[in-house]
C-alpha cells in the first residue's frame, strides 16, 4: 500500500515556540492531503485541507493564522503551530489522497507544549 | 463535523468472544471504512466497504453496510487480547474522512 511519513513523530517545546510538522507521500503525488488533530481519548477532528499550489481550507474554529499550512509540492505538505501554547498539545495526523483510491494516513505527530 | 457515530463506547470482552461494533452516519456516503487506534499510536486501516456494497470479510473481520438505515457494523471474531485497541469508523464522501467518536474494545485473557 502507499506510504506517508510524518516528521518528527513526537516533538516537547516551550510554549511561544513554533513547531513545523513535515507530511510527505513517499510513493505517490498528492494533490490533496488533509490534517487532523486528536485530543486524548477524542477522535481525529479534520483541521484543513491542503492543496499542492494554492491556499489551504480551513474547518470551522481552526486559525488559519496559528496553523500555517504549506503545500509546496506534490509529495510534501507542512504544518507550522505558530506561538504553540499547551492547550494545542495534541496528536497530528495527515493524511494524502492518491488519485482515485482513499486516503492514507502518516504515523502521527505527538506534540507537547509545556 | 463528525459524521459517524460508534456505539457502544466501549466494550469489555473475554478471549474467544466475538465483539460487534456500530456505526451510524448521517449523508451519503462514497465508501465507509473502519480503523484501529492502539493507545497513542497512529491508525491502521482495516477494511473499506463501498456504498454499493452490503457485506465484506477481511481475515476475523466482517464489516456490513445498510445504507438505507445509514450504519455500519464490525464484527471481530474470536477475539484475542492483541485487539485491545479503539476502533473507530470514517464515512468517505468525496472529500476529507468523517470519523466517529470511536469504541473503545478491551480484550481480556
Known amino acids: 500500500g502507499a506510504v506517508v511519513s510524518q516528521h518528527p513523530s513526537w516533538v516537547i517545546c516551550k510554549s511561544g515556540t513554533s513547531v513545523k510538522i513535515e507530511c510527505r507521500s513517499l510513493d505517490f503525488q498528492a494533490t490533496t492531503m488533509f490534517w487532523y488533530r486528536q485530543f486524548p481519548k477524542q477522535s481525529l477532528m479534520l483541521m484543513a485541507t491542503?492543496?499542492?499550489?494554492?491556499?489551504?481550507?480551513?474547518e470551522q474554529g481552526v486559525e488559519k493564522d496559528k496553523f500555517l499550512i504549506n503545500h509546496a509540492s506534490l509529495t510534501l505538505s507542512t504544518l507550522t503551530v505558530t506561538s504553540a501554547h499547551p492547550e494545542d498539545s495534541s496528536f497530528y495526523i495527515c493524511?494524502?489522497?492518491?488519485?482515485?483510491?482513499?486516503?492514507?494516513f502518516g504515523p502521527g505527530t505527538r506534540l507537547l507544549v509545556l | 463535523s463528525q459524521q459517524g457515530e460508534e456505539d457502544p463506547q466501549a466494550l469489555s470482552i473475554q478471549e474467544g468472544e466475538n465483539a460487534t461494533m456500530n456505526c451510524s452516519y448521517k449523508t451519503s456516503i462514497n465508501n465507509l471504512q473502519w480503523y484501529r487506534q492502539n493507545s497513542g499510536r497512529g491508525l491502521v486501516h482495516l477494511i473499506l466497504i463501498r456504498s454499493n456494497e452490503r457485506e465484506k470479510h477481511s481475515g476475523r473481520l466482517r464489516v456490513t453496510l445498510d445504507t438505507s438505515k445509514k450504519s455500519s457494523s464490525l464484527l471481530i471474531t474470536a477475539s484475542r487480547a492483541a485487539d485491545t485497541a479503539s476502533y473507530f469508523c470514517?464515512?468517505?464522501?468525496?472529500?476529507?474522512?468523517?470519523f466517529g467518536k470511536g469504541t473503545s474494545l478491551l480484550v481480556t485473557p
Open positions: 470514517a464515512t468517505d464522501s468525496g472529500y476529507a474522512l468523517n
Open positions: 493524511s494524502a489522497h492518491r488519485v482515485r483510491e482513499t486516503q492514507y
Open positions: 491542503s492543496n499542492e499550489g494554492s491556499k489551504a481550507t480551513y
